[in-house]
């Protein structure tokens, strides 16, 4: 089987969440490509270094993040004509690589661009809604003709998430209204971590990533106040294009870590620091550990996941703006975490019958009778 994977560089989580995805395709025999860019891009050729896979380097549509609500107006004016001229690079790169490399499917990880009418394409999204800084329902009830729209272009939407009350990912992709319910389908989570049995011997794992240039401001605040916190700490700065490590007293920081070494600190640690991006989310609800969250400053959709977390107890949350460590780790440690037990595997094995029963269908259905 011939796969196209389109993956979102919106930071890496669309990156690491596809990985497990991507690597029971090659387990399946499959021969795939993979299009993304930037720092998901390098980290997919690091991770996935060894395998015959073939890497295309095509830029997804810029992220609509402002810090105002009068500039999310003004920005989002600028943004449209921007979105569609990336779009319609990537939609005419696909159509001429898929003429070219005759694929069976196409699977897109957030990736509006990367379809084919002529080829049954599924997209990984968990934001069927998509959330306003205004709180208008008009505005979310316009998102889901938007998602529409493209249902009609990919085959189904495959939501990372559960489906009953006690899921992960709220409004942005439950209690629609106009998208009817066979067009989804509720997978599980996907992460390509695993619980592990280790001693909690780190106290402190501060977990940065996502775009410039917040993911450095972010760094600078937190750099400058984990240098009087007590206990061992180590800081994974998110960024692939450096090669750092160095220690400084009781810190050890990185650039980046391989996913193995991630998976590890992130089960030896007592707490984590992160950003409160759908899939860190998935992360932290496989390794069981508790988390302070920090919303990227106009990210909406991490700004709703952070407060709905929040709400349902599982993790505290604190705006970029107002962060005091001593303070916030503190309250923090009253939080639960997520206890929902989540299957991986499952999930994955939920993603290949999706693929499978469809094409199949597709295929009798072309045949002649």
């Given at each position: 089987?011939?796969?196209?994977?389109?993956?979102?560089?919106?930071?890496?989580?669309?990156?690491?969440?596809?990985?497990?995805?991507?690597?029971?395709l090659?387990?399946?025999?499959?021969?795939?490509?993979?299009?993304?860019?930037?720092?998901?891009l390098?980290?997919?050729?690091?991770?996935?270094?060894?395998?015959e896979?073939?890497?295309?380097?095509?830029?997804?549509?810029?992220i609509?993040v402002?810090?105002?609500?009068?500039?999310?107006?003004?920005?989002?004016?600028?943004?449209?004509?921007?979105?569609m001229?990336?779009?319609n690079r990537?939609?005419?790169?696909?159509?001429?690589?898929s003429?070219?490399?005759?694929?069976?499917?196409?699977?897109?990880?957030?990736?509006?661009?990367?379809?084919?009418?002529?080829?049954?394409?599924?997209?990984?999204?968990?934001?069927?809604?998509?959330?306003n800084?205004?709180?208008?329902r008009?505005?979310?009830?316009?998102?889901?003709?938007?998602?529409?729209?493209?249902?009609?272009?990919?085959?189904k939407?495959?939501?990372?998430?559960y489906?009953?009350?006690?899921?992960?990912?709220?409004?942005?992709?439950?209690?629609?209204?106009?998208?009817?319910?066979n067009?989804?389908?509720?997978?599980?989570?996907l992460?390509?971590?695993?619980?592990r049995?280790?001693?909690?011997?780190?106290?402190?794992?501060?977990?940065?990533?996502?775009?410039e240039?917040q993911?450095?401001?972010l760094?600078?605040?937190l750099?400058?106040?984990?240098?009087?916190?007590?206990g061992r700490?180590?800081?994974?700065?998110?960024?692939?294009?450096?090669d750092?490590?160095?220690?400084?007293?009781?810190?050890?920081?990185?650039?980046?870590?391989?996913?193995?070494?991630?998976?590890?600190?992130?089960?030896?640690?007592r707490?984590?620091?992160?950003?409160?991006?759908?899939?860190?989310?998935?992360?932290?609800?496989?390794?069981?550990?508790?988390a302070?969250?920090?919303?990227?400053?106009?990210?909406?959709?991490?700004?709703?996941?952070?407060?709905y977390?929040?709400?349902?107890?599982?993790?505290?949350?604190?705006?970029?703006?107002?962060?005091?460590?001593?303070?916030?780790?503190?309250?923090?440690?009253?939080?639960?975490?997520?206890?929902?037990?989540?299957?991986?595997?499952?999930?994955?094995e939920?993603?290949?019958?999706?693929i499978?029963?469809?094409?199949?269908?597709?295929?009798?259905?072309?045949?002649?009778?």
């Amino acid at each position: 089987m011939k796969v196209l994977y389109g993956i979102c560089s919106w930071g890496l989580g669309h990156a690491t969440r596809s990985l497990p995805v991507i690597r029971r395709l090659i387990k399946e025999g499959a021969d795939i490509t993979i299009i993304s860019h930037g720092n998901s891009l390098e980290f997919l050729r690091k991770e996935l270094r060894g395998e015959e896979i073939r890497f295309f380097d095509i830029k997804d549509y810029p992220i609509p993040v402002s810090e105002t609500k009068g500039a999310f107006i003004a920005k989002s004016i600028m943004y449209w004509p921007k979105f569609m001229r990336r779009m319609n690079r990537g939609i005419k790169f696909v159509a001429k690589l898929s003429e070219r490399e005759k694929f069976d499917v196409i699977i897109s990880d957030g990736r509006y661009d990367i379809y084919s009418r002529r080829i049954p394409s599924f997209l990984i999204t968990h934001q069927v809604r998509i959330l306003n800084p205004f709180k208008l329902r008009i505005f979310e009830f316009g998102s889901e003709i938007f998602n529409l729209f493209f249902l009609k272009r990919f085959v189904k939407f495959l939501i990372p998430d559960y489906e009953n009350s006690d899921n992960l990912s709220g409004k942005l992709s439950h209690d629609l209204r106009l998208i009817k319910r066979n067009q989804l389908s509720y997978i599980g989570v996907l992460s390509d971590f695993r619980k592990r049995d280790l001693r909690k011997d780190i106290d402190l794992l501060v977990s940065l990533s996502g775009p410039e240039p917040q993911r450095g401001i972010l760094e600078r605040i937190l750099m400058s106040q984990i240098k009087n916190l007590d206990g061992r700490i180590v800081f994974t700065l998110g960024r692939p294009d450096k090669d750092i490590f160095r220690r400084e007293k009781n810190i050890e920081i990185y650039s980046i870590v391989s996913k193995e070494k991630r998976e590890e600190l992130m089960n030896r640690a007592r707490m984590i620091v992160a950003r409160s991006g759908y899939s860190t989310i998935m992360d932290l609800a496989i390794v069981k550990t508790k988390a302070l969250l920090i919303p990227t400053p106009g990210q909406v959709e991490q700004e709703y996941l952070a407060k709905y977390h929040l709400r349902k107890r599982s993790f505290y949350c604190v705006e970029q703006s107002e962060i005091d460590l001593p303070r916030d780790l503190e309250i923090a440690k009253d939080f639960t975490g997520i206890k929902r037990e989540c299957d991986v595997e499952k999930s994955v094995e939920k993603i290949m019958e999706e693929i499978t029963e469809t094409v199949n269908f597709l295929t009798r259905r072309s045949i002649p009778s």
